[in-house]
T-cell receptor, first 115, second 114 residues
Framework: AQKITQTQPGMFVQEKEAVTLDCTYD???????LFWYKQPSSGEMIFLIY??????QNATEGRYSLNFQKARKSANLVISASQLGDSAMYFC????????????FGTGTRLLVSP | DSGVTQTPKHLITATGQRVTLRCSPR?????VYWYQQSLDQGLQFLIQ???????AKGNILERFSAQQFPDLHSELNLSSLELGDSALYFC?????????????FGPGTRLTVL
């Protein structure tokens, strides 16, 4: 079975600094995808970034990058140059490439960006 | 805006009642997923439909049911509601039924059972 672990319930960062949100995963399937979603206080889930298990390079999307370390089964999200609007809950999730594509989510990390 | 719409945004009802949550996927997306987000259970997959057919079931209670219509919109029916059913219910859509591809989430329906 798939499992996602996010060990940081909360993180603080100052505006303009970089922050890393940790995510480890567990699966015996070699083919999978890893995702990060942002949930602001308004409640919607916003897709941020995706990394496939066979991708050779770390994914990047603007200020977001995914530090993918396959051997360690980690998929940390790095947010560069934090902004006040980055304050939100962040969820790591995975799905398998075989079979059905349900997302399995971690418990989330609440990020607070201070001025 | 993800392109996925959900109605209603908020729903307040009493125990024992039945409600229907509605979702319209992004244009072109054939796959619809329902998730429940509650304080004690976190985000949990409930059920997936692809082009009108049920494809996968997760932790969905027997009191809950869903369907996807020919125009691809989906409805989640929750009956005999209990206090513990209070949660944020998300619908998500994607192009394919399987394989890794990003799911785009709607704004959610916040259900409060009193």
């Amino acid at each position: 079975a798939q499992k996602i672990t996010q060990t940081q319930p909360g993180m603080f960062v100052q505006e303009k600094e970089a922050v890393t949100l940790d995510c480890t995963y567990d699966t015996s399937d070699p083919s999978y995808g890893l995702f990060w979603y942002k949930q602001p206080s308004s409640g919607e889930m916003i897709f941020l970034i995706y990394q496939g298990s066979y991708d050779q390079q770390n994914a990047t999307e603007g200020r977001y990058s995914l530090n993918f370390q396959k051997a360690r089964k980690s998929a940390n999200l790095v947010i560069s140059a934090s902004q006040l609007g980055d304050s939100a809950m962040y969820f790591c999730a995975m799905s398998l490439n075989t079979g059905f594509q349900k997302l399995v989510f971690g418990t989330g990390t609440r990020l607070l960006v201070s001025p | 805006d993800s392109g996925v719409t959900q109605t209603p945004k908020h729903l307040i009802t009493a125990t024992g009642q039945r409600v229907t949550l509605r979702c319209s996927p992004r244009s072109g997306d054939l796959s619809v997923y329902w998730y429940q987000q509650s304080l004690d259970q976190g985000l949990q997959f409930l059920i997936q439909y692809y082009n009108g057919e049920e494809r996968a079931k997760g932790n969905i209670l027997e009191r809950f049911s869903a369907q996807q219509f020919p125009d691809l919109h989906s409805e989640l029916n929750l009956s005999s509601l209990e206090l513990g059913d209070s949660a944020l219910y998300f619908c998500a859509s994607s192009v394919r039924a399987s394989g890794s591809n990003e799911q785009f989430f709607g704004p959610g329906t916040r259900l409060t059972v009193l």
